[in-house]
């Protein structure tokens, strides 16, 4: 496909043109196959159909292009790696320590993003208190970019859109989105994580990351959905949610083994973790030794004799 504005050849489905950040109408896009990972839903939002600024637009074959980068995820859905590749002076978002790799003339620039308060804000979140700001200096450069834990990156492409995040997910983004960290009272007490989600708004790439697979959930008009707390990713702004107990009683949410959970009503689609990443620290915990275990290993061998 080609820019209609300056004829810049682009690779299909490309949302701006790297070359001049015209963004691409409907009309000059393929339409959008459902890649949906485990058949979620599709692209457009429920309750009013697609179009700009709704829906959750995630790239069939996880490439794309921006205003002044193109992008690409390989190595999905276990351990992937999103590799930016930025053109000259221009620049890309991420949170401390996702870089894992670069190209020399890159530069890395690491802030305290809304200063002291805005710094704290994060901080309280669960997010770093800083943010990593990368330039590629006299010319195009590349960055890569990964989570800490094995599991997927979902590169989103925003259209002048607002979501809501949890913190451990937000990866990378295009330097020109708004990202705050909101209160959102006791209903954004995820999981003992804090009493605060962050929020994107505006147009451009935002890269998410999950502990496992992303599975994509499309809610209809009314319609309502319960998701465990740990498995949240990421959800349109347009869900209403309301976090409560597993089971009706405290014996009951005990013994099921599940915790708080949050109930969304739709129009909307939300992004779901295959993996709890606290659930599998559970399962790993019998393994180390405890700190009241003599010799610092916590393992018996018996080697014989």
Excluded at 270 to 284: D, K, M, P, V, Y
């Amino acid at each position: 496909m080609t820019c209609p504005n300056c004829g810049a050849n682009l690779i299909d489905g490309a949302q701006f043109c790297g070359a001049c950040g015209t963004r691409m109408t409907p009309a000059a896009q393929p339409s959008a196959p459902n890649n949906a990972s485990g058949g979620g839903g599709a692209t457009a939002a429920g309750g009013g159909g697609g179009g700009v600024g709704h829906g959750i637009h995630i790239d069939a074959d996880a490439r794309g292009q921006g205003r002044g980068y193109s992008f690409e995820i390989l190595h999905q859905p276990s351990f992937a790696l999103a590799v930016i590749q930025l053109q000259a002076e221009q620049s890309i978002l991420a949170e401390a320590g996702a870089m894992v790799s670069m190209s020399a003339n890159v530069e890395l620039q690491s802030q305290m993003k809304g200063g002291l308060m805005g710094a704290l804000k994060r901080a309280v979140g669960g997010e770093s208190a800083f943010v990593s700001t990368f330039t590629a200096r006299g010319g195009p450069g590349e960055v890569t970019f990964a989570p800490g834990a094995p599991g997927d990156i979902a590169a989103l492409e925003l259209s002048n859109q607002v979501f809501m995040v949890q913190s451990s997910s937000y990866l990378a983004g295009d330097a020109s989105l708004t990202v705050d960290t909101k209160w959102g009272g006791a209903k954004t007490f995820f999981g003992g994580e804090g009493l605060f989600v962050m929020q994107v708004t505006g147009t451009g790439l935002l890269l998410l990351t999950s502990f496992g697979a992303i599975h994509r959930k499309q809610l209809r008009a009314g319609e309502r959905y319960v998701v465990d707390t740990g498995h949240l990713v990421a959800w349109e702004a347009s869900l209403q949610y309301s976090l409560r107990k597993a089971a009706s009683g405290f014996f009951r949410t005990m013994v099921s083994g599940e915790g708080i959970v949050a109930e969304f009503a739709g129009p909307g689609e939300l992004l779901i973790q295959t993996r709890n990443l606290a659930a599998f620290a559970g399962l790993l915990k019998p393994f180390f030794p405890s700190q009241g275990s003599s010799g610092g290993s916590g393992f018996n061998i018996n080697l014989g004799g």
